[in-house]
């Protein structure tokens, strides 16, 4: 699906915000802000790289009104 470019928004339509959230020691946290979902991940530095070892995530729902 991705590799067929299903998803795909021009360059100048993207959004990404990459925050990180919060670092100690050998623990991390990143908040992901894309077009269409919201990413929170944990990372962890394992054997010398950081690996992602958990991720929340969530559809925005756009373009909804709210009552």
């Not at 100690?24 to 991940?41: A, K, P, Q, T």
Request: without cysteine; glycine residues 6%; proline residues 1%.
């Amino acid at each position: 699906y991705a590799r067929e470019g299903h998803g795909r928004q021009p360059v100048n339509h993207r959004q990404r915000d990459i925050r990180i959230l919060d670092v100690f020691g050998h623990s991390d946290s990143v908040r992901l802000e894309m077009n269409e979902w919201i990413d929170y991940l944990q990372l962890a530095k394992w054997n010398g790289r950081w690996v992602i070892v958990n991720v929340l995530w969530e559809l925005k729902e756009i373009n909804k009104e709210t009552n």
